[in-house]
């Protein structure tokens, strides 16, 4: 069991909009450590998404945006197409396991 | 760009030690903005933070792993290793290698992971 609670599955339209939930603790996103999100293409290894909760790498396109409050994250995919089709990881640092966190995933799907 | 390999044996057998090591390019081991992490993912699964080393030789591990796990920098050859001690099936995984972001405001410790290799899958089979 993860210590970030993602939904295991989310799904969308083309053109539609989906967010993604990140669930944590007081000892975690609670306790203000930021949340990172990473999309994991069918076998490629993850790629970083939006870091420090709402910021995207160079290369990312706008429609991906995230934000943060109190225990929780969330990651929002507007416009959604095709290749966004992967799974989709949130991580943050964990003050009682002095350690990384990630959340199980979120496996999403176009319709 | 910077850019991570891993590189190691893909069969382990049982009970044996798991060795990788990650090589970068494009970028030094030895700055003082980053971490050198390993991460894993068990087929099918999600990803598990496994360690991380600062240049200083300093370490981190996830505590469910630390009993096991040694991860060492080696600056003059621009890697850093990673060892898992007494492998079972349970460690059948792909390992990741990653370049982790330090934090330079009130919390200094490891953010984002990013770049990431490859991955290497490794199998313990007799």
């Known amino acids: 069991q993860s210590v970030l609670t993602q939904p295991p599955s989310v799904s969308g339209a083309p053109g539609q909009r989906v967010t993604i939930s990140c669930t944590g603790s007081s000892s975690n996103i609670g306790a203000g450590y930021d949340v990172h999100w990473y999309q994991q293409l069918p076998g490629t290894a993850p790629k970083l998404l939006i870091y420090a909760n709402s910021n995207r790498p160079s290369g990312v396109p706008d429609r991906f945006s995230g934000s943060k409050s109190g225990t929780s994250a969330s990651l929002a995919i507007s416009g959604l197409q095709a290749e966004d089709e992967a799974d989709y990881y949130c991580?943050?640092?964990?003050?009682?396991?002095?350690?990384?966190?990630f959340g199980g995933g979120t496996k999403l799907t176009v319709l | 760009q910077v850019q991570l390999q891993e590189s190691g044996p893909g069969l382990v057998k049982p009970s044996e030690t798991l060795s990788l090591t990650c090589t970068v390019s494009g970028g030094s081991v030895s700055s003082g903005s980053y971490y050198w992490s390993w991460i894993r993912q068990p087929p099918g699964e999600g990803l598990e933070w496994i360690g991380y080393?600062?240049?200083?030789?300093?370490?981190y591990y996830n505590p469910s792993l630390k009993s096991r796990v040694t991860i060492s920098v080696d600056t003059s050859k621009n890697q850093f290793s990673l060892k898992l001690s007494s492998v079972t099936a349970a460690d059948t995984a792909v390992y990741y290698c990653?370049?982790?972001?330090?934090?330079?405001?009130?919390?200094?410790?490891?953010?984002?992971?990013?770049?990431w290799g490859q991955g290497t899958l490794v199998t313990v089979s007799s």
């Open positions: 991580q943050s640092y964990d003050s009682s396991l002095s350690g990384v966190v």
């Open positions: 080393i600062y240049y200083s030789g300093s370490t």
């Open positions: 990653a370049r982790v972001n330090r934090g330079s405001g009130w919390f200094r410790g490891p953010n984002w992971f990013d770049p």
